[in-house]
C-alpha cells in the first residue's frame, strides 16, 4: 500500500529535550517536505527537500532541522524544542512537477512544557 | 495580505443542499490549484484539482479565474459525510511547493 507513515503520532515532551520525528514514503517520490498546522494559520511549510542530499528552508524553519540521507526518509529534528513549536506536524511527499498531488502522513501531536 | 486566503466559516448546512466555497490567491503567476479535504485534525487529502477550464467530479465542481486569482469549489447535494475542512492550496510556481489556505470548515447536518 502506497503511503506516508510518520512516527511518533502522540508525543509531550519537555522544553530542550532533543527529538526526532520520522517520516517514510514507499512511493519512490523526489520531493518530501514537513508542515505544522496551527489553528487559524493553516499549514506551514518548515523545510523541504527535492532529493537525496538536497534540503531547503520553507517559511518556518527556525529551532528545527532535517537530512535527507535515503529518498525514503525525511527526519525532522528539534535539536532544543520550545513551547511554541507545540503543534500538529505532517510529512508530505510527491513526485517532482507542479500538478503533481502530495500525499501525507498521519500527523504527529507534538506537545512542549 | 496572506497568499492564500479563505472564508474560515464554519458553514452548517442541511442534507442536500447546494454549498459554495471561495478562495483567492496572491501570487499572480501560480501554477497548479488544489482543494484538499481535511477530517477532524487528520491528514489532508486530495479532493480534486482545479482547472482553468473548470472540472467536475461528481457532486463537486471546481473553477478557476485567473484574470481575478479566485478559486471555488461547489458542493451539490451535501451528505452527512461532507463534513470536513476544505482547504484551497496553490502551488505558486516555486517547484513544489504547495502553500495553503486555512481551510473553510463545513457541518452538514440532518
Known amino acids: 500500500e502506497a503511503q506516508v507513515t510518520q512516527n511518533p503520532r502522540y508525543l509531550i515532551t519537555v522544553t530542550g529535550k532533543k527529538l526526532t520525528v520520522t517520516c517514510s514514503q514507499n512511493?519512490?517520490?523526489?520531493?518530501m517536505s514537513w508542515y505544522r498546522q496551527d489553528p487559524g494559520l493553516g499549514l506551514r511549510q518548515i523545510y523541504y527537500s527535492m532529493n537525496v542530499e538536497v534540503t531547503d528552508k520553507g517559511d518556518v524553519p527556525e529551532g528545527y532541522k532535517v537530512s535527507r540521507k535515503e529518498k525514503r526518509n525525511f527526519p525532522l529534528i528539534l535539536e532544543s524544542p520550545s513551547p511554541n513549536q507545540t503543534s500538529l506536524y505532517f510529512c508530505?511527499?510527491?513526485?517532482?512537477?507542479?500538478?503533481?498531488?502530495?500525499?501525507f502522513g498521519q500527523g504527529t501531536r507534538l506537545t512542549v512544557v | 495580505r496572506k497568499e492564500v486566503e479563505q472564508d474560515p466559516g464554519p458553514f452548517n448546512v442541511p442534507e442536500g443542499a447546494t454549498v459554495a466555497f471561495n478562495c483567492t490567491y496572491s501570487n499572480s503567476a501560480s501554477q497548479s490549484f488544489f482543494w484538499y479535504r481535511q477530517d477532524c485534525r487528520k491528514e489532508p487529502k486530495l479532493l480534486m484539482s482545479v482547472y482553468s477550464s473548470g472540472n467536475e467530479d461528481g457532486r463537486f465542481t471546481a473553477q478557476l479565474n485567473r484574470a481575478s486569482q479566485y478559486i471555488s469549489l461547489l458542493i451539490r447535494d451535501s451528505k452527512l459525510s461532507d463534513s470536513a475542512t476544505y482547504l484551497c492550496?496553490?502551488?505558486?510556481?516555486?517547484?513544489?511547493?504547495?502553500?495553503f489556505g486555512a481551510g473553510t470548515i463545513l457541518r452538514v447536518k440532518s
Open positions: 508530505a511527499s510527491s513526485y517532482r512537477g507542479r500538478g503533481t498531488e502530495a500525499f
Open positions: 492550496v496553490v502551488n505558486m510556481g516555486y517547484g513544489n511547493k504547495l502553500v
Open positions: 512511493m519512490n517520490h523526489e520531493y
